[in-house]
């Protein structure tokens, strides 16, 4: 060895964390080339590899410099540096990927058009211009195309298009931002717009055909990069109401596209919390408080103060939001409670009778994923749907697992989660499992994550409830490749997703609201206190039991539930244990509100359910509690979606009103809300306003559930509490509640990455099974 290379130092680096699609190559290419260093760069199964020559001090800079200064939509987790021998090499490349084993590299999220691309679509010099497919390595569409990793172009669907001489040369150059940007493309070479129906003219710019087309009043489906959306202009009265009429959505809020952050101000108010949401690269759709005079059509979100926007995230609706002068209705690509249409022969079948135009183009999409949905809470987000721009980041397990694990998550709004080691994966939100297409969807999305993350389950978790069809699909692959199966209680696992999301190890206290969740008891649980960690629970307390009458049915008819409260209330000798009053009793009279709403005959029979239990199981549902508030002030007797009642309840709450029924805690836990009823039902005859009715209601949850667990937290120990289950994304309740605590001393803790909802099951079962089979 020549003392010129003894002196010289080589490493072998490998990075770990989200590091392939997001310009990591290219990017270490242009630092050792700064540096004066030799070696190479390169992808492979499991993230990238670099090997660097060089001076001793040029080497160490590389080393400090390479996670610190990384590529915007990088996340460098841990760099490992072995020392070997140097061997003169002084010229750095960037070699072909290799796979030698099982995937395992990260795969990023689609990320929204960044700055310099956007300057291009928009430079009428530039060979771009107007271009709906424009990207590079700090934007553009991942998770969506990507079929395989080591990620390169022949894994992803942009493999049937081939780079003309001049996308190769900028994908070949190391100064150039598109140097191996794997959906590198232009219109000489890549994917093509263009508009099918209506009038369209085989030689018009396609999107701006379709913006003229949406000027016009007519409904025309996008093609975007998770799927297919339905668009109208959102101040266009006639188009809002006949796009409701033919997607068959009646009161559903739609969701709107803004040109950018001007225009979103003129619908929504717009904080720093807010604008951080819509301006990040995952552009989700973001609920924010609607302006009083928000151009858009009334029936674009009726009985609700929020209004759902988001910005522009792939050129396409960039192009399309500016050509249609003004903002657009841009709800999924659906009619009802389908899943969204992301092939195109399916979409065009499917949607045909919704749309007047087709705005399509021709890169296939791998996987079909919906807008998320976040909002902003004391200045933090709250994520409610977790999809586009955020799938498929990797979460932390607190105690990793001992075996790969797929957990299979809840039945509606369904995800599932899969983990290996230290880290988890949950997919996209994939919807109600009981249409047959959203479960095929479910299912293809499983292997897909298997094959892309190398994650073979030696254990199963799922929900307790046996008659989930993700539990059925649990018990299936457990048969079918001879897997262990792990339970989860359902509100455990609410429990444990916060926990585990905000790397919590001990006990705490979980108010845990929601609709419905199978206990161990064989009762319909939705309102509990539960005492617990990673590894189990013990119920603390709960709601006070009533009968569900109609068993899910109550769901869609809140009328039921307020039936059911009020034959609990009776003279104040409700069974206790059962929710149940005496079968032989009167029925409730009928409130003025719901008069000429609901039958008497209707009405009479719901409480001889009620009271008998026949066919109306127990239930300590936090979400039925406030179905059964909103039927009494005559807000909502029949939902048209899920959540429905409580929406509108929240929205109609008075801000200034700042008193609080009564809601007593008994010495066994029970939130006993007889006495709130009693107290809601006396102010409704009264004529008291409905916006003072919610705004108590309200306080009396909230002063309640920080006294249960304030006693619960008390007696185990512990200052933390968890609020979660998906009667916390109501925004009000939720401020309320941790403010009380705050009060109290105790440390609120919430979901924020993973939703409150049964989004973030499937992450909590992943976390109970991996702390409980370690």
Excluded at 592 to 612: D, F, I, N, T, Y
Excluded at 709 to 724: H, T
Aim: with cysteine; glycine share 10%.
């Amino acid at each position: 060895m020549t003392a010129t290379v003894a002196a010289r130092r080589r490493v072998r680096a490998r990075v770990d964390g989200t590091v392939q699609g997001v310009g990591f190559r290219p990017y270490v290419h242009r630092l050792a080339r700064e540096l004066g260093l030799g070696g190479s760069v390169g992808n492979d199964e499991r993230g990238v590899v670099v090997e660097v020559e060089g001076e001793q001090a040029a080497v160490a800079a590389f080393l400090a410099r390479l996670p610190a200064e990384a590529p915007p939509l990088a996340q460098v987790e841990e760099v490992r540096v072995h020392e070997l021998p140097a061997r003169g090499e002084r010229l750095f490349a960037i070699v072909k990927s290799a796979r030698k084993g099982a995937a395992a590299a990260l795969v990023v999220p689609d990320a929204a058009t960044c700055d310099a691309c956007l300057a291009e679509l928009r430079d009428p010099a530039d060979r771009r211009y107007r271009y709906p497919f424009v990207n590079c390595t700090n934007c553009g569409p991942r998770f969506t195309i990507v079929r395989d990793v080591p990620y390169d172009r022949p894994r992803t669907t942009m493999a049937g298009f081939a780079m003309c001489p001049a996308c190769q040369a900028e994908y070949d150059d190391p100064a150039d931002r598109r140097f191996h940007a794997q959906p590198n493309a232009c219109p000489q070479c890549g994917p093509q717009a263009r508009l099918i129906g209506a009038d369209a003219r085989p030689r018009e710019d396609a999107v701006a055909a379709a913006g003229r087309l949406l000027a016009g009043g007519e409904i025309v489906a996008v093609k975007g990069i998770g799927g297919y959306h339905l668009a109208c202009r959102a101040d266009d009265a006639r188009a809002v109401a006949e796009l409701r009429a033919r997607k068959r959505r009646e009161d559903r809020p739609f969701a709107l596209l803004a040109a950018d952050l001007g225009a979103a101000a003129t619908l929504i108010s717009i904080g720093d919390a807010e604008r951080a949401l819509l301006t990040a690269p995952a552009r989700p759709i973001v609920l924010a408080p609607r302006r009083a005079h928000a151009p858009v059509a009334a029936a674009v979100a009726p009985g609700v103060r929020e209004l759902g926007v988001m910005l522009p995230y792939s050129p396409l609706h960039h192009l399309l939001a500016a050509d249609a002068g003004g903002p657009l209705v841009l709800t999924s690509g659906n009619v009802s409670d389908e899943p969204i249409a992301f092939a195109d022969d399916d979409a065009l079948a499917r949607l045909a009778p919704i749309a007047d135009a087709f705005l399509v183009h021709d890169r296939p999409i791998r996987t079909r994923t919906d807008d998320s949905v976040v909002r902003a809470v004391g200045g933090q987000p709250l994520t409610l749907r977790r999809s586009r721009g955020h799938v498929p980041a990797s979460s932390r397990l607190p105690r990793p697992a001992a075996r790969p694990l797929l957990a299979c998550g809840a039945e509606l709004k369904s995800t599932f989660c899969l983990a290996r080691g230290g880290r988890a994966w949950v997919g996209h939100h994939i919807g109600d499992l009981r249409n047959a297409a959203t479960l095929a969807a479910y299912r293809d999305g499983v292997t897909h994550f298997e094959r892309l993350f190398a994650v073979r389950p030696e254990l199963i978790a799922h929900d307790l409830h046996p008659d989930y069809l993700s539990t059925a699909y649990a018990h299936e692959r457990a048969e079918r490749d001879g897997i262990e199966l792990l339970a989860v209680q359902h509100h455990h696992a609410h429990l444990a997703a916060c926990l585990a999301e905000h790397g919590e190890r001990g006990t705490a206290v979980g108010a845990i609201y929601d609709g419905a969740g199978l206990g161990p008891d064989g009762t319909v649980w939705g309102g509990e206190l539960l005492v617990g960690d990673l590894r189990g629970y013990a119920r603390a307390g709960s709601l006070w039991p009533v009968r569900l009458p109609g068993g899910d049915r109550a769901a869609y008819e809140p009328w039921r539930m307020a039936c059911a409260w009020l034959v609990a209330l009776g003279d104040g000798a409700g069974d206790a244990a059962t929710g149940a009053g005496a079968a032989d009793a009167d029925p409730p009279p009928l409130p003025p509100q719901l008069a000429g709403r609901v039958e008497p005959r209707a009405w009479a029979a719901v409480a001889r359910m009620a009271a008998s239990g026949f066919a109306a199981p127990v239930t300590t549902s936090m979400g039925r509690l406030f179905d059964a508030v909103a039927a009494l002030c005559g807000l909502r007797t029949h939902c048209t979606y899920e959540g429905q009642a409580a929406i509108e309840l929240e929205a109609a709450a008075d801000a200034a009103e700042h008193d609080a029924y009564p809601l007593p805690v008994t010495v066994d836990g029970r939130l006993d809300a007889r006495a709130t009823i009693a107290a809601v039902a006396a102010d409704v005859r009264a004529g008291v306003a409905t916006g003072i009715v919610s705004a108590r209601f309200h306080r009396a949850v909230a002063h309640a559930t920080a006294r249960g667990c304030a006693r619960a937290a008390s007696v185990a120990g512990s200052e933390l509490v968890v609020l979660s289950g998906g009667v916390f994304q109501n925004r009000l309740l939720l401020e309320l509640t941790r403010a009380q605590l705050s009060a109290l001393g105790l440390r609120p803790l919430v979901p924020r990455r993973l939703p409150p909802g049964d989004g973030g099951i499937a992450y909590g079962q992943a976390a109970v099974a991996a702390a409980t089979d370690a």
